[in-house]
């Protein structure tokens, strides 16, 4: 049994009367990591029609994917996006696949899709994202008053710009964004919520 993922060398000692013989077969074997499988959506909450992005953050390299998102619909990409049409609450489950088997990943009641809004969510809001500090990701809650364009951009503490994790029209009512960041160092950083004349900051503590 191989403990750890690699290529491995192969060598056969054959002993007899006659003798020994031996026979070595280079990068003969390789050993995988075993997969697990995860995944985030870069909305959970909206009117119809809902499109969620997710992104696929399972280890161990897979080689294949299957999403249900819950509404009868599937995917077999790497990091699709799907279009929620009614009224609901979702469990979506993703299913990765290597060589050495599959995961699945499976989040209950992730989405919901509702058309009508509360009327106290009817507000521009930016909330705290929770938890805060973080790591290694960390959710960025907002509140429209009304539809329109919302643009969400991380900034580091110099101030510059690492990019927008949201640009698009959104429906009035609460949305929440996962921010997961790579190659980010520990540090503060912060979210920016624009939207029509409405701008919100906000500001975060990664700790690696």
Do not use: K
């Not at 805060?132 to 580091?156: H, K, M, Q």
């Amino acid at each position: 049994m191989f403990q750890n993922a690699g290529v491995y060398d192969v060598t056969l000692i054959a002993t007899g009367p006659s003798g020994a013989d031996t026979l070595s077969l280079a990068a003969y074997v390789t050993a995988e990591d075993p997969v697990t499988a995860a995944f985030s959506a870069s909305l959970t909450t909206g009117a119809p029609p809902l499109s969620v992005d997710f992104t696929n953050l399972s280890v161990g390299a897979p080689t294949s994917w299957l999403w249900d998102f819950g509404d009868a619909a599937t995917d077999a990409v790497q990091n699709p996006t799907h279009v929620y049409a009614a009224d609901g609450t979702y469990t979506v489950s993703l299913t990765a696949t290597n060589g050495c088997g599959t995961d699945t990943s499976m989040q209950l009641d992730l989405i919901v899709v509702s058309s009508a809004t509360d009327v106290a969510s009817r507000v521009f809001a930016f909330e705290h994202n929770v938890p805060n500090p973080f790591n290694p990701s960390t959710v960025i809650a907002f509140s429209l008053e009304r539809d329109g364009r919302a643009r969400l951009e991380i900034f580091d503490a110099a101030g510059h710009s690492l990019g927008a994790l949201l640009d698009r029209e959104m429906p009035a009512g609460r949305h929440e964004v996962t921010w997961r960041p790579v190659r980010q160092p520990s540090g503060v950083y912060f979210a920016r919520l624009t939207s029509g004349d409405r701008t919100a900051i906000q500001r975060m503590v990664l700790v690696r």
